[in-house]
Each structure stands twice: as structure tokens, then as C-alpha cells.
T-cell receptor, first 114, second 115 residues
Framework: KAGVTQTPRYLIKTRGQQVTLSCSPISGHRSVSWYQQTPGQGLQFLFEYFSETQRNKGNFPGRFSGRQFSNSRSEMNVSTLELGDSALYLC?????????????FGEGSRLTVL | AQSVAQPEDQVNVAEGNPLTVKCTYSVSGNPYLFWYVQYPNRGLQFLLKYITGDNLVKGSYGFEAEFNKSQTSFHLKKPSALVSDSALYFCAVSAGYSSASKIIFGSGTRLSIRP
């Protein structure tokens, strides 16, 4: 069974640009969540999607957005990039019910903003 | 509000010795507790979880964790450390089963195993 796939793995952008990151969940998983990981702030929840609907959103500015498609694949977008957006962005998929709370993470997209 | 604390930023252990990575939590109701491991430039990997039942939970790679309700702790342990265990370890908690947004992660503990 293929794991969670995130693309691209690494990317470099400059301030003011925008970026789109992609996540393909494990087959059969309909819930996808996104996290930002930085050395200073640790792992912070960005948003969660289920059946193409955003269920929850973390405490991030409106420059951070996301969506989920009918095949459960998800994208997140960050507009008007700032230096502080440099981070590892992790996607996780999970079953919406049954197995309680176990998250399956992708390998992440490392974003560097110059 | 629920919270989780990993009091040690780093734990250093000699190979072959037992290791413990500490985690304490605060949650209303019954806790769901998890441990994840992260290797350099990788995502988090699930190690084990406690939902209910036996307080000693066994997981991947020889790790185990003990749920202690009175001390609100869920320490990760391994009887004999390997150099390959060197990684960043995260404890996480949620109040019962809920969405991913309700899972709170600790700040992480870097485990370093010296040969």
C-alpha cells in the first residue's frame, strides 16, 4: 500500500511569491491534515479536510489556504511568501473513523523563502 | 484545554543501555496517547498508541510505553538502545477520538545514541 506522497520535496522561493504544495493520501483515507514544522515553533496544525470540506483551521493568516479534491488529494497554497514561512510542511492522512487518531505522514515539502 | 509536555529537549544514551523519553499530558476525559518518530528530512512515523486496556503498550522497533494515569505520564522506553534509534521523538495526545485538529503534539525530544 503506497504511503502519503508529497510534492515537491524541496523548493526555494523568494519573498512575495506564492507556492502550492500537493499531498496524495493513502488509498482509502479521506481525511487529510496539514502541519507546519519549524525549529522554533515545533509542529503546528494548519488545516484539516474531509470529503472536500475544510473541517478545521489552525491559527494561521489568510495567506495560507488549502483545498481537497474528490479523489482526496489535497493542495495547500501560501501567497505573498514571507521569510518566516520557511519550514517543513507535512501532510498526514487518516481514516475518519475506526482507527482512533493515528496519522500517516508524508515526507514533507521543505520550503525555503529567500 | 489539553496539553502535552516533553520536559527534555535532548536525551543522550550509550548504545546497549536502556532509554526513556518522557511525556506528561493534561486532558479532560480519557486520553488517547501516541508516540511518533522523525528521522532527518523525513515525515513523522507512528510508533505506538494507547487507547484503553493494558497500561504497557508495545510498538514498532522494540519500543514500548507505559501509561500512568495517576502521574498523567506516557513515557517511551526501550530496553537496549541502538545507534539507529537516534531521531526526534514526539508525544501526542487527544481527548478521545477526534479529528486531527484536536491532536496536540509535544515539542519533541531529540534522542542521541552514542556508539
Amino acid at each position: 500500500k503506497a504511503g502519503v506522497t508529497q510534492t515537491p520535496r524541496y523548493l526555494i522561493k523568494t519573498r512575495g511569491q506564492q507556492v502550492t504544495l500537493s499531498c496524495s493520501p493513502i488509498s482509502g483515507h479521506r481525511s487529510v491534515s496539514w502541519y507546519q514544522q519549524t525549529p522554533g515553533q515545533g509542529l503546528q496544525f494548519l488545516f484539516e479536510y474531509f470529503s472536500e470540506t475544510q473541517r478545521n483551521k489552525g491559527n494561521f493568516p489568510g495567506r495560507f489556504s488549502g483545498r481537497q479534491f474528490s479523489n482526496s488529494r489535497s493542495e495547500m497554497n501560501v501567497s505573498t511568501l514571507e521569510l518566516g514561512d520557511s519550514a517543513l510542511y507535512l501532510c498526514a492522512s487518516s481514516l475518519p473513523s475506526g482507527e482512533a487518531g493515528e496519522l500517516f505522514f508524508g515526507e514533507g515539502s521543505r520550503l525555503t523563502v529567500l | 484545554a489539553q496539553s502535552v509536555a516533553q520536559p527534555e529537549d535532548q536525551v543522550n544514551v550509550a548504545e546497549g543501555n536502556p532509554l526513556t523519553v518522557k511525556c506528561t499530558y493534561s486532558v479532560s476525559g480519557n486520553p488517547y496517547l501516541f508516540w511518533y518518530v522523525q528521522y532527518p528530512n523525513r515525515g513523522l512515523q507512528f510508533l505506538l498508541k494507547y487507547i484503553t486496556g493494558d497500561n504497557l503498550v508495545k510498538g514498532s522497533y522494540g519500543f514500548e510505553a507505559e501509561f500512568n494515569k495517576s502521574q498523567t505520564s506516557f513515557h517511551l522506553k526501550k530496553p537496549s538502545a541502538l545507534v539507529s534509534d537516534s531521531a526526534l521523538y514526539f508525544c501526542a495526545v487527544s481527548a478521545g477520538y477526534s479529528s486531527a485538529s484536536k491532536i496536540i503534539f509535544g515539542s519533541g525530544t531529540r534522542l542521541s545514541i552514542r556508539p
